[in-house]
C-alpha cells in the first residue's frame, strides 16, 4: 500500500526542510534565462530547476498555468518535468487550483493525483468556492491513492480579502470566516482519516490548505493552533521571496503551526538564473531553517 501523502511530506521534512521550489516558466523568466517564450524554453528551464532542486529539497510545486499557455504542448512539456521531478523522489504539488461537484471534480483529481495518470503528481491545490464538502470526491480519492490536496483557504491576492474574509451565514461553521470555515473543514477531515480501522495519526494530514506568507491569519479568524492536533493539517504558504514575505518570518507569521508550513519561493530563486539556481536553492534551505535555531 502506497504509503499516506502526510508520512511522505514528514519524512521529505525530515531530510530536506521545509522548502518547496515553485516552477514557474513565467514569460519574463525565459527571457532572462536566453530561452525562448515556448513549450521548448518552458521544458528547458523546468527541467533545469527539477534537476538542482533535486538532492536539496523535498518538494517542487510546477504552476500549470505556465505550461497550458501553450496548450497541448505545454502539457506534454509538463509530463516530463513532473515525471522526471518524481524519478529523482521530489514529492510533486501540482498547482491546478481545480474545483467543482461529483464526477467533474473527481476528473479533475484522476488527472493530476490519480495513479497512471500522464500528470500523475503526489498532491494538487484545489478551490473550495463550492463548499468544500464539494471536494470529497477528490479527498476521497488522494486518501485512497496516497496523496496530497491543499485547499485554498487565504490568499494573498487583495482581490480575495472581501469574500475570504465574509462571515458564513448559515450550517455549521455559521458565524466563522469564509476562510476559518475551510480550515475547519479541513482539519475536521484529516481528523476522519485517523482511529479504529484506519490506524494511528501520523505528524501530518494528507489534506492541507493554502495560506498566503503575506497575510495574518487572525485578520481572516484562523487559529493557528486550530492546525496542530494530530495529524496536522499542512500549510502551503506562497508568497516568500519575490511577493514579499522574508523567509526568516515563519515563524513570526504562522507561530505554533509553522512546523507544519510548505515555504514556497519561486522566482527569487528563479532569478538567480540556470548557472546560480541550485546555489540559490540551497541559500534559501538555510534560510528557511534558521527558525529551528
Avoid at 29 to 49: K, M, N, Q, S, T
Avoid at 204 to 212: C, D, E, I, T, W
Wanted: charged share 20%.
Amino acid at each position: 500500500m502506497t504509503a499516506r501523502f502526510g508520512d511522505r511530506l514528514e519524512a521529505a521534512f525530515g531530510r530536506f526542510g521545509q522548502l518547496c521550489v515553485g516552477i514557474d516558466p513565467h514569460d519574463t523568466i525565459l527571457r532572462a534565462w536566453d530561452l525562448p517564450d515556448d513549450a521548448a524554453g518552458a521544458r528547458e528551464f523546468a527541467l533545469r530547476i527539477v534537476d538542482a532542486a533535486a538532492g536539496r529539497v523535498g518538494l517542487v510545486k510546477p504552476q500549470v498555468a505556465f505550461f497550458e499557455r501553450f496548450g497541448a504542448a505545454g502539457y506534454v512539456v509538463l509530463e516530463e518535468v513532473i515525471a522526471s521531478a518524481r524519478s529523482q523522489d521530489l514529492l510533486v504539488i501540482a498547482d491546478a487550483k481545480r474545483g467543482d461537484v461529483g464526477s467533474t471534480v473527481d476528473s479533475y483529481a484522476r488527472t493530476w493525483i490519480g495513479e497512471g495518470s500522464p500528470l500523475e503528481s503526489d498532491a494538487m491545490t484545489l478551490s473550495a468556492f463550492q463548499g468544500v464538502g464539494s471536494l470529497e470526491r477528490a479527498l476521497e480519492r488522494a486518501e485512497r491513492a496516497g496523496k496530497g490536496v491543499f485547499v485554498l483557504a487565504a490568499t494573498s491576492n487583495p482581490e480575495g480579502v472581501a469574500s475570504q474574509q465574509a462571515t458564513v451565514g448559515s450550517g455549521a461553521r455559521a458565524g466563522m470566516t469564509v476562510a476559518a470555515g475551510i480550515v475547519a473543514d479541513v482539519v475536521e477531515w484529516n481528523q476522519s482519516q485517523v482511529g479504529p480501522g484506519r490506524g494511528a495519526p501520523g505528524r501530518f494530514g494528507s489534506a492541507g490548505v493554502v495560506l498566503g506568507a503575506t497575510l495574518e491569519p487572525s485578520g481572516f479568524g484562523i487559529r493557528l493552533s486550530a492546525l496542530t492536533p494530530p495529524p496536522g493539517t499542512p500549510v502551503l504558504a506562497p508568497g516568500f521571496g519575490h511577493q514579499g514575505a522574508s523567509l526568516d518570518s515563519l515563524e513570526k507569521t504562522f507561530g505554533v503551526a509553522a512546523p507544519q508550513v510548505i515555504v514556497t519561493a519561486s522566482r527569487s530563486i528563479a532569478t538567480a538564473g540556470a548557472r546560480g539556481v541550485g546555489d540559490e536553492i540551497s541559500r534559501h534551505g538555510r534560510e528557511v531553517g534558521r527558525w529551528r535555531g
